[in-house]
């Protein structure tokens, strides 16, 4: 049931994706080193690696999506529930915003 719901807001999550542009990212040193912190895990590149799943080629919103799942909970994960939890919510938009214009 739960795995259900689940499917359904990504369903959803991934619907806004596609019908909504992304906003583009500013160039500022901030995100960079915000940004960077994901690096010692999702790989120098944010590429992935082994359990590590890629950030690169995402919209915005699937990066929005994902981050706001692991803060409220609504997606157990092994680390990114206490680490989204770091990040106020205007953080994880100019993430998404900044992730999705690496593609
Ligand atoms: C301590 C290691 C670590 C750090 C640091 C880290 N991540 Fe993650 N991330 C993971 C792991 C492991 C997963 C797989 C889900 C899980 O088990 O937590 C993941 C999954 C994700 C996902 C889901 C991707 C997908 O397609 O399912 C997103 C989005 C994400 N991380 C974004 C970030 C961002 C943005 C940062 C930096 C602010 C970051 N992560 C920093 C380890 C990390």
């Given at each position: 049931m739960r795995r259900g719901l689940w499917a359904v807001s990504l369903a959803a999550g991934l619907a806004v994706g596609l019908s909504s542009l992304p906003t583009a990212a500013e160039e500022s040193v901030d995100i960079r080193l915000l940004a960077g912190t994901c690096a010692?895990?999702?790989?120098a590149e944010l590429q992935g690696s082994g359990a590590i799943p890629t950030l690169r080629g995402h919209s915005a919103e699937y990066i929005r999506f994902m981050l706001t799942a692991f803060k409220s909970g609504e997606r157990q994960a092994t680390v990114m529930n206490r680490l989204a939890a770091g990040y106020a919510d205007s953080e994880i938009d100019a993430l998404a915003d900044y992730l999705s214009s690496l593609q």
């Open positions: 010692g895990c999702h790989g």
